[in-house]
């Protein structure tokens, strides 16, 4: 039996894809800052880790208790929608700490058993906002760029070692509550600078217009993360959601 590890699970894209794996007979270590979120169901084939890809401490613990993987799923992130002249730096090094950092430290962690084993496969959740320029998103866009670039390096650098390392780019979704989270943010963070008032509620009223079955599924992504876990052939970079696989088409 076949084992992946998936970042961030409490919801959205890493919790349907650990819900998709159990479903299709895989171990699955789903792993989430706080396990008390899980809404798993309860599986024989189901293991809920605790960890924060933002402390190295956790990473160590979750990775000894995990033990031998055959496929690492780096999914934890956090959006920030805002201008760039109301996002502090700390917002900056927390986009980056979660959503690349995090990456690099998660794909650090688990590379020597993979390697050593001379297989495996890290699979590292990006965003389609990488490939076309979307006002307000410039820092949360610049951590996934990071991790893109990341990502396509570090697929040369393993592979001759039988190591595989792809990239999946998610669409814009409704469903996964990126807006309402990101509103959230922004009012804990001190709310979005006068100038930009029109063009941000603009933004938000696109989002709330969006039917709930709009855009990128969470479906979406469990089945392309499924397809990049288990096709030999699938290619290091693949657009998951109809909006997704046009933006990639067109870039």
Known sequence: MSTILITGCSTGFGLETARLFLDRGWRVIATMRNPD?????????????ALDVTDPASISAAVAAAGPIDVLVNNAGIGWLNAHEGTT?????????TNTFGTMAMCRAVLPAI????????INVTSSVTLKPLALLSAYSASKAATASFTASLAQEVAPFGVRV??????QSSATAFSANARERIEQEGGFPAAYAEMMEQVFAQFAALPADSGTQPSDVAEAVW???????CPVRLPAGADAVQWFADA
């Open 89 to 97: 730096d700390e917002m900056i090094r927390r986009l980056f700490t």
């Open 166 to 171: 792809l990239e999946v780019l998610p669409g």
């Open 227 to 233: 397809r990049a876990a288990t096709d030999p052939a």
């Open 115 to 122: 390697r050593e084993r001379g297989a495996g496969t890290i």
């Open 37 to 49: 979120d899980c809404s798993l169901s309860r599986h024989e084939n189901l293991t809920v880790l």
